[in-house]
């Protein structure tokens, strides 16, 4: 598994979840490659909010075995975007924050422990972020592909 495939394991779960998608959540993958894109369609289209897995701080932890090494993520984040003009508009909406809350309950446990919530709002777009921050380990594959 790479960066990529393991945020796109918690996007799978995200869209999964039964409570986010009433609420018009919609999981995208940081390292994909159409991110500002489908970024820009979820918050723009009354869609509702857009749920951003990233992976910014990767550490190897321990020894590596062959083909894989142990690393720890310690702030796994899930950004909750919304653009409120628009986003409440829609019937069933929750809000980013709301989202980040339900996202915390979601993923806290014994693989992956909830630190905080960090919200925001860019005065520039509007957007307003709720980002749920995890810490948690996984073992990355370290061949390389064909």
Do not use: H
């Not at 142990?70 to 980013?96: F, H, Q, Y």
């Amino acid at each position: 598994m790479d960066l990529l495939e393991y945020q796109e394991s918690f996007v799978a779960r995200l869209d999964a979840n039964k409570n986010l998608k009433q609420g018009g959540c919609k999981a995208m993958a940081e390292d994909s490659l159409a991110i500002d894109s489908d970024i820009k369609k979820q918050l723009l289209t009354l869609k509702g909010i857009a749920l951003v897995v990233t992976t910014p701080t990767v550490t190897k932890i321990g020894a590596s075995v062959p083909g894989w090494m142990p690393v720890e993520i310690p702030d796994l984040t899930i950004s909750c975007l919304e653009m409120p003009a628009i986003n409440r508009k829609r019937s069933g909406a929750i809000t980013a924050l709301k989202a980040a809350q339900l996202i915390m309950a979601m993923f806290d446990g014994p693989k992956c422990s909830f630190i905080t919530i960090q919200q925001g709002t860019d005065d520039t777009t509007g957007v307003k972020s709720a980002n749920a921050i995890f810490k948690t380990t996984t073992m990355l594959s370290t061949s390389t592909p064909t």
